[in-house]
């Protein structure tokens, strides 16, 4: 029960429950997600720290999907000069600095393929992409080798079925409708695939659900 | 009359956006897809809260892809947003960076407003600006600081630059003492002389409304030390503090050390 120093009573019984908010986010202010609010008023020097953090994030996704060093560096300046143009719109009670600038990422990747990509040439991926796994056309760095390996890991822990429908919507760009195609799939086995592949994911590595 | 199981057609009928929030996700959908989504998230919060953990889940994937950038990106880029404004912006891209006069941080409240209010807001332990207490005057004395420090300030003086800005002080009960500034819009509540909370426990910001206290953000303690700005304020709103364990409470689980309200 709460009480009040004035000594009055609660009067929680006679009274419409508000609505509870949720404890708002304590930033650390030397946070990236603190940075990319200062970066939302403006703070030019804030936005430097921001790039620093987030861009090899940014680079990493878009080489992942675009295999192709240039256009993963020109999507990258698209997505850097975003983060500073949208900052406003970032909520750090949705998530971290870091996975808001992966997600414009992949997201202008993705459509960076699928418009510059005549189907011929995304058949001729699939054919290059047999065999491969998404962490070895990447180029290797120390930092966020702990992440990689437990994200690795996780993947590890999906089925078969799940990892493929995965990996080649995530990291090859493709509509699940693609990947159904390639994988001579029934359209909602595949959409299943992918939304259990993801749940599993998520356990594992650990993110609230 | 029983309706057939279409879910077993052999060409996809209807889809159910619930079914697509994964592919979402990964961003594997087509324009029309990924609207029915977006329809279906903005009026079910289970599945927007669904789709929020897959979203952060495919963040890691592409997180765990990272790679340096090519270093003359870096230069491009810092030069590229000094001449790209931003959404939401209301002035000038660049800040102010010396002392301001009231005159200026007027200009500065109507620069913040333009950006868009949040339930987020920075709980930061007292700083180099130093004070114990607040001082009753509304003049508030910016020295030139850190730009970290600056942007701490320029908000607390656009709060106590407010109009409708009361200051009220109230002793904390186990020690300690308490300031607030209470707006229509936004409230100050810093403290100092605060025992330590103990292990796993913290001070927590409530705002009291009407008698019930609203959950507001857990408090950094700095050797005794608190100070935070929340824009979950309305008129007449107190506030007040209590420990709780450091995740935080959705009700006060102990009692209320300080309560401060508006005259």
Avoid at chain 2, 144 to 170: C, F, K, M, N, Y
Avoid at chain 2, 197 to 207: D, F, H, I, N, S
Avoid at chain 2, 223 to 236: H, L, Q, S
Wanted: proline share 6%.
């Amino acid at each position: 029960m709460t009480t009040t120093d004035n000594g009055a009573d609660d009067p929680s019984g006679a009274r419409e429950p508000q609505p509870v908010r949720r404890p708002a986010v304590v930033l650390d202010e030397h946070s990236t997600e603190a940075l990319l609010v200062r970066v939302a008023a403006g703070d030019e020097s804030a936005f430097t720290a921001v790039y620093d953090a987030v861009s090899p994030g940014v680079f990493g996704t878009c080489l992942a999907v675009l295999r192709d060093r240039d256009h993963a560096a020109e999507v990258t300046q698209e997505v850097m000069v975003e983060v500073w143009r949208t900052a406003t719109r970032f909520d750090p009670a949705r998530g971290s600095a870091r996975a808001w600038a992966v997600t414009l990422a992949h997201r202008r990747a993705v459509d960076r393929v699928r418009s510059v990509q005549s189907q011929r040439a995304r058949d001729q991926r699939a054919i290059d992409e047999q065999g491969e796994r998404p962490f070895d056309v990447v180029h290797e760095e120390v930092e966020g080798a702990l992440e990689r390996e437990r994200v690795r890991g996780c993947l590890d822990g999906l089925t078969a079925t799940q990892h493929e429908a995965v990996v080649l919507a995530y990291y090859g760009g493709r509509t699940y409708r693609e990947v159904a195609e390639q994988l001579a799939a029934p359209l909602a086995t595949v959409k299943s695939r992918i939304r259990d592949g993801l749940i599993r994911l998520r356990d594992c590595l650990g993110v609230p659900a | 009359m029983t309706t057939d199981d279409v879910s077993g057609s052999a060409t996809d009928g209807p889809a159910d956006p619930r079914d697509l929030l994964g592919a979402y996700a990964l961003d594997a959908v087509d324009d029309v897809e990924r609207r029915a989504v977006e329809r279906l998230i903005a009026v079910d919060p289970q599945a927007a809260r669904e789709l929020a953990g897959l979203t952060a889940t495919a963040a890691m994937l592409g997180a765990a892809a990272s790679a340096a950038p090519p270093r003359e990106l870096r230069s491009t880029v810092l030069d590229q947003i000094t001449r790209t404004p931003q959404v939401g912006a209301a002035g000038p891209a660049s800040t102010a960076r010396a002392a301001a006069p009231p005159a200026t941080a007027r200009t500065r409240a109507s620069h913040r407003r333009g950006v868009p209010r949040r339930t987020v807001w920075l709980a930061v332990a007292a700083t180099a600006l130093g004070a114990a207490t607040v001082p009753s005057a509304v003049a508030w004395q910016l020295t030139r600081q850190t730009q970290q420090v600056e942007q701490q300030a320029l908000a607390i003086s656009d709060l106590l630059a407010d109009p409708t800005a009361t200051v009220v002080r109230g002793s904390v009960a186990g020690g300690g003492n308490a300031v607030g500034v209470l707006t229509n819009e936004q409230a100050l509540f810093t403290a100092t002389g605060l025992p330590d909370p103990g292990a796993g426990k913290a001070y927590q910001l409530w705002v009291m409304r009407d008698g019930v206290p609203v959950p507001d953000a857990v408090l950094a303690d700095n050797d005794g030390r608190v100070r935070a700005i929340t824009d979950g304020v309305e008129p007449g709103d107190g506030l007040a503090i209590t420990v709780e364990p450091s995740r935080g409470s959705e009700h006060p689980t102990s009692d209320v050390l300080v309560l401060l309200t508006p005259a």
